[in-house]
């Protein structure tokens, strides 16, 4: 693990790579508990920001070839983009091929459809690791070790809301890693995490 900590420092401000280091101490806990594969959600915690202070033009110069969508994709989607390049900057970088890390890395932000539960544990990591603070992150820490899917919820959710009250374009993934995890609540389920969200 050290290896990739000195790799994320060459990339990322000292506060984003602490914030890394903090999801992927959280991702192992979650892990542990929910019988996930640690080793996966460790790699890919520390690695899943790494292109986030980069511009297509960074990425460029880096020498890592994206198709020319991907500058439409920074356009349309700016906040989701560092996600969907990293693992082609991961593989080009240091040659890391495990489909289970890539995937993770690259849904952190979004979430999708069906995740792994690595995929899902890095997703929720993100956003409830140690520095993080308000209401709704404290509730969705405690509902990330009790119950997985109801903390994917209530993250899922409150990345829809918080979208649409900036007017800002919802990634199709956002809205597919919603409406899965929906189906799996049960109603009464659903009905409590959303007010968790609305009151927060
Ligand atoms: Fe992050």
């Avoid at 101490?25 to 520390?46: F, P, Y």
């Avoid at 900057?89 to 890390?101: E, G, H, I, M």
């Avoid at 990634?171 to 409590?192: G, I, Q």
């Amino acid at each position: 693990m050290e290896d990739l900590r000195l790799f994320i420092a060459k990339y990322l401000p000292t506060k984003r790579a602490e914030h890394c280091i903090r999801v992927s101490e959280t991702a192992a806990r979650l892990a542990k508990l929910h019988n996930g594969n640690v080793s996966v959600v460790q790699q890919a915690g520390i690695l899943h920001d790494v292109c986030k202070t980069m511009t297509p033009d960074d990425i460029q110069v880096e020498g890592v070839l994206e198709p020319d969508s991907m500058a439409a994709f920074y356009d349309m989607y700016p906040s989701v983009w560092h996600a969907a390049v990293a693992p082609n900057f991961v593989k080009s970088k240091l040659r890391l091929t495990d489909p289970a890390v890539l995937d993770a890395i690259q849904f952190h932000t979004t979430g999708k459809e069906a995740m792994t539960l690595e995929t899902a544990i890095v997703y929720v990591a993100d956003f409830i690791e140690p520095d993080r603070s308000g209401g709704l992150v404290t509730k969705c820490r405690q509902l990330a070790f009790e119950n997985l899917d109801h903390a994917v919820f209530v993250v899922a959710l409150s990345v829809l809301r918080n979208l649409v009250e900036k007017s800002r374009p919802i990634h199709p993934d956002s809205v597919m890693c919603f409406n899965h995890t929906y189906l799996k609540l049960s109603k009464k389920d659903r009905k409590e995490l959303t007010r968790i969200v609305e009151k927060a």
